[in-house]
């Protein structure tokens, strides 16, 4: 086997965020920069030699070549195989399913999910461990401090792998399988829903679904499982074919990137009663009914209280969790089913040792990310089949359904205001400001509401003992209304500022009232606080979900 041993400097800025390493893909093409971090990974990892690394991505711009690198260099770091998925596509959901499934020992995956791609676009990496789920804090945190001394990178040096067909190649002593993509994925979901009783809902007269794939990973999958498998018409899946710039768009499933999909749905020519879209790399789902978006925090607290439709969860839930900035919808459904509600910082990575632990069953983020312990990682199409289950159970409509909730448990209101592309020494100072006022903010009324609780979210793992420090601010006002600031740690330019603003309306008679309506006096709140318009230079966000 003929290792090239290459010396390198180390970059700086390796440092992996929300969900792995993601950045331009101008800084990822730099000679070294992709293998940097790669040999980062492998040097941080022990015990790999002879076994099997599970590798695939979204197929956006740059993956076929970081494949073939990564394939090279997985051969000198000592793998005895890869598995990797036809054509390098592998969702996040199937590549989390397709390791478990495998008894593998980890995986890469390619995606800079709901980040737009193409050259001028965004590209990532990141690291799963062997439960399938997101390398926790202190492994992302060792690859950071070897990008930091990283003196040298290797490969084998051997030709490229042909991807494009199922079968068995080499690359040096390792193997590599090129598997179907989508067939692990699909069977352990069918294991989980009623399949039968959900065909017979997509073959009633006056049901018709929709499901958006963005031009990004998912094309294929929902294919397979609702044209293929459960017999929905040709044509139930649009934007399928995964593009490497997703068709130009942005493949972020909220209601200004998935505008097309809200407007059939508002359309009553369309004959449409529920739509459906995914991101980049399919974790992450959108659910729309007829004129109604249900607002990713409540979908969760759906999921939960109608977890008997699914055959997999009729038996019961262990106990849900949220990250922080996700409204306390579901914490309500806990509460009403006696079970246990964990609330993490932002990021599936925490969720993990809850869901190892069988600490709970389903947890989810206000992001429009949903999953349970069938993989450790959010499942977009997972929660759009949990809903055509709950749908085919109950016969009702989306809206119905969401209303119906809210009489029961009290509606929370809810929804993010996103400022991008902020000056990171302007994002800065206010965080800074923000965090100097917090001792003297409890306690105090402002716009009329009295702030109860003001503080910088701290987490230790009830499983691991880890401590997560600065994990967003969050004030707490009297009846059970909240606003948090956190910075995006996934974005590529600049800062992005999240505020996150949370309602509780008990009263039925006020569900109805539009949500930036109802949040009105929290944005002015937010920004009574935050100054942020003072300091940012915006007097409006960029993105409203
Ligand atoms: C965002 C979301 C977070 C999600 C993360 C990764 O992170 O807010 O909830 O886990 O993206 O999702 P941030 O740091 O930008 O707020 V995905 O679908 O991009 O892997
Ligand atoms: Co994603």
């Given at each position: 086997?003929?290792?090239?041993?290459?010396?390198?400097?180390?970059?700086?800025?390796?440092?992996?965020?929300?969900?792995?390493?993601?950045?331009?893909?101008?800084?990822?093409?730099?000679?070294?920069?992709?293998?940097?971090?790669?040999?980062?990974?492998?040097?941080?990892?022990?015990?790999?030699?002879?076994?099997?690394?599970?590798?695939?991505?979204?197929?956006?711009?740059?993956?076929?070549?970081?494949?073939?690198?990564?394939?090279?260099?997985?051969?000198?770091?000592?793998?005895?195989?890869?598995?990797?998925?036809?054509?390098?596509?592998?969702?996040?959901?199937?590549?989390?399913?397709?390791?478990?499934?495998?008894?593998?020992?980890?995986?890469?995956?390619?995606?800079?999910?709901?980040?737009?791609?193409?050259?001028?676009?965004?590209?990532?990496?990141?690291?799963?461990?062997?439960?399938?789920?997101?390398?926790?804090?202190?492994?992302?945190?060792?690859?950071?401090?070897?990008?930091?001394?990283?003196?040298?990178?290797?490969?084998?040096?051997?030709?490229?792998?042909?991807?494009?067909?199922?079968?068995?190649?080499?690359?040096?002593?390792?193997?590599?399988?090129?598997?179907?993509?989508?067939?692990?994925?699909a069977d352990l979901l069918e294991t989980l829903f009623d399949f039968e009783r959900i065909a017979a809902l997509l073959a009633r007269?006056?049901f018709?679904m929709?499901?958006?794939?963005?031009?990004?990973?998912?094309?294929?999958?929902?294919?397979?499982i609702l044209?293929?498998r459960l017999g929905a018409?040709?044509?139930?899946?649009?934007?399928?074919?995964?593009?490497?710039?997703?068709?130009?768009?942005?493949?972020?499933?909220?209601?200004?990137?998935?505008?097309?999909?809200?407007?059939?749905?508002?359309?009553?020519?369309?004959?449409?009663?529920f739509?459906?879209?995914?991101?980049?790399?399919?974790?992450?789902?959108?659910?729309?009914?007829?004129?109604?978006?249900?607002?990713?925090?409540?979908?969760?607290?759906?999921l939960?209280?109608n977890h008997h439709c699914a055959p997999a969860y009729a038996g019961?839930?262990?106990?849900?969790?949220?990250?922080?900035?996700?409204?306390?919808?579901?914490?309500?459904?806990?509460?009403?089913?006696?079970?246990?509600?964990?609330?993490?910082?932002?990021?599936?990575?925490?969720?993990?040792?809850?869901?190892?632990?069988?600490?709970?069953?389903?947890?989810?983020?206000?992001?429009?990310?949903?999953?349970s312990?069938h993989?450790?990682?959010?499942?977009?199409l997972w929660a759009v089949l949990f809903w055509l289950n709950i749908l085919a159970a109950r016969q009702e409509?989306?809206?119905?359904?969401?209303?119906?909730?809210?009489?029961?448990?009290?509606?929370?209101?809810?929804?993010?205001?996103?400022?991008?592309?902020?000056?990171?020494?302007?994002?800065?100072?206010?965080?800074?400001?923000?965090?100097?006022?917090?001792?003297?903010?409890?306690?105090?009324?402002?716009?009329?509401?009295?702030?109860?609780?003001?503080?910088?979210?701290?987490?230790?793992?009830?499983?691991?003992?880890?401590?997560?420090?600065?994990?967003?601010?969050?004030?707490?006002?009297?009846?059970?209304?909240?606003?948090?600031?956190?910075?995006?740690?996934?974005?590529?330019?600049?800062?992005?500022?999240?505020?996150?603003?949370?309602?509780?309306?008990?009263?039925?008679?006020?569900?109805?009232?539009?949500?930036?309506?109802?949040?009105?006096?929290?944005?002015?709140?937010?920004?009574?606080?935050?100054?942020?318009?003072?300091?940012?230079?915006?007097?409006?966000?960029?993105?409203?979900?």
């Open positions: 086997m003929n290792v090239v041993t290459v010396s390198t400097q180390p970059f700086t800025g390796q440092k992996p965020g929300t969900s792995g390493l993601r950045k331009k893909v101008k800084v990822f093409a730099q000679p070294g920069y992709l293998e940097n971090f790669v040999q980062s990974i492998f040097d941080s990892l022990s015990g790999q030699e002879g076994k099997t690394l599970v590798l695939g991505g979204d197929g956006r711009y740059l993956n076929d070549t970081a494949i073939q690198t990564i394939l090279r260099m997985a051969a000198a770091a000592g793998f005895g195989k890869v598995l990797i998925g036809q054509g390098g596509i592998l969702s996040t959901p199937a590549a989390s399913a397709v390791i478990r499934k495998h008894a593998a020992f980890g995986g890469i995956i390619l995606s800079a999910s709901h980040n737009s791609g193409g050259p001028d676009g965004d590209f990532g990496i990141k690291y799963n461990l062997a439960n399938g789920g997101p390398a926790n804090e202190s492994f992302t945190e060792a690859v950071y401090r070897r990008t930091q001394s990283i003196g040298a990178y290797r490969y084998v040096d051997a030709p490229d792998v042909d991807l494009g067909a199922l079968g068995v190649a080499a690359v040096g002593e390792m193997t590599v399988q090129v598997i179907d993509p989508v067939a692990d994925h007269p006056g018709r929709c499901f958006d794939a963005m031009h990004a990973v998912t094309g294929p999958y929902a294919r397979e044209e293929r018409p040709a044509g139930t899946v649009v934007n399928g074919v995964p593009l490497p710039d997703f068709g130009g768009g942005h493949p972020d499933p909220n209601p200004v990137y998935a505008a097309e999909l809200v407007a059939a749905l508002a359309d009553p020519r369309s004959g449409l009663s739509g459906a879209a995914s991101d980049g790399d399919g974790d992450r789902n959108m659910i729309v009914g007829r004129d109604f978006i249900v607002s990713p925090s409540d979908s969760l607290a759906v939960a209280a019961g839930l262990a106990g849900v969790a949220r990250s922080m900035p996700t409204s306390c919808a579901v914490d309500r459904v806990a509460r009403f089913l006696d079970i246990p509600c964990f609330e993490t910082p932002t990021g599936w990575k925490f969720f993990g040792s809850l869901l190892d632990a069988g600490k709970v069953t389903l947890c989810g983020e206000e992001s429009a990310g949903t999953g312990d993989v450790r990682e959010k499942d977009g409509s989306v809206a119905g359904i969401v209303r119906e909730h809210w009489r029961k448990f009290g509606r929370n209101v809810y929804s993010r205001h996103d400022y991008e592309g902020i000056e990171t020494a302007r994002a800065d100072k206010l965080f800074a400001e923000l965090r100097g006022k917090l001792p003297g903010l409890a306690g105090t009324e402002i716009s009329g509401m009295r702030i109860e609780l003001a503080d910088d979210f701290a987490y230790t793992d009830p499983v691991d003992g880890s401590r997560s420090e600065k994990q967003g601010i969050r004030v707490l006002l009297q009846g059970g209304s909240r606003v948090v600031f956190r910075l995006s740690g996934t974005g590529t330019e600049g800062a992005t500022l999240r505020v996150y603003l949370e309602r509780y309306v008990a009263d039925a008679a006020l569900h109805e009232v539009p949500a930036q309506e109802a949040l009105a006096p929290l944005a002015d709140l937010a920004e009574k606080i935050a100054n942020i318009a003072g300091i940012t230079g915006r007097n409006a966000p960029d993105v409203i979900s």
